[in-house]
Nanobody, 120 residues
Framework: QVHLVESGGGLVQPGGSLRLSCAAS????????MGWYRQAPGKQRELVAR???????EYADSVKGRFTISRDNAKNTMFLQMNSLKPEDTAVYYC??????????????WGQGTQVTVSS
């Protein structure tokens, strides 16, 4: 199984920046997709950015040009650089990993989440 731990959240003013980290451990070799999701109060969890199976990056329209997803494979860590933050970016941000577990089946793992608050 994959274990994910997020860090880097906090309080930032509009226009500011934060960098989130997600450290992965466990069945790293089985992971074929990783990404960031967020959930604001009263709303459904939504995709922010992710690496698809071919390694390409995908972004939600609301964060394109402001957020950048990256990873350090040597450290089994994924990042989300968030620039030009807006109050509507306020949410709990979750790291997500999808691993192949054999017999055509996959398993989804989530981190515990890290709070990002954008406010003046």
């Amino acid at each position: 199984q994959v274990h994910l731990v997020e860090s880097g959240g906090g309080l930032v003013q509009p226009g500011g920046s934060l960098r989130l980290s997600c450290a992965a451990s466990g069945n790293i070799l089985g992971i074929y997709s990783m990404g960031w999701y967020r959930q604001a109060p009263g709303k459904q969890r939504e995709l922010v950015a992710r690496f698809a199976g071919d390694g390409s990056a995908e972004y939600a329209d609301s964060v394109k040009g402001r957020f950048t997803i990256s990873r350090d494979n040597a450290k089994n860590t994924m990042f989300l650089q968030m620039n030009s933050l807006k109050p509507e970016d306020t949410a709990v941000y979750y790291c997500n990993a999808v691993e192949y577990i054999g017999s055509g089946q996959s398993r989804v793992s989530w981190g515990q989440g890290t709070q990002v608050t954008v406010s003046s």
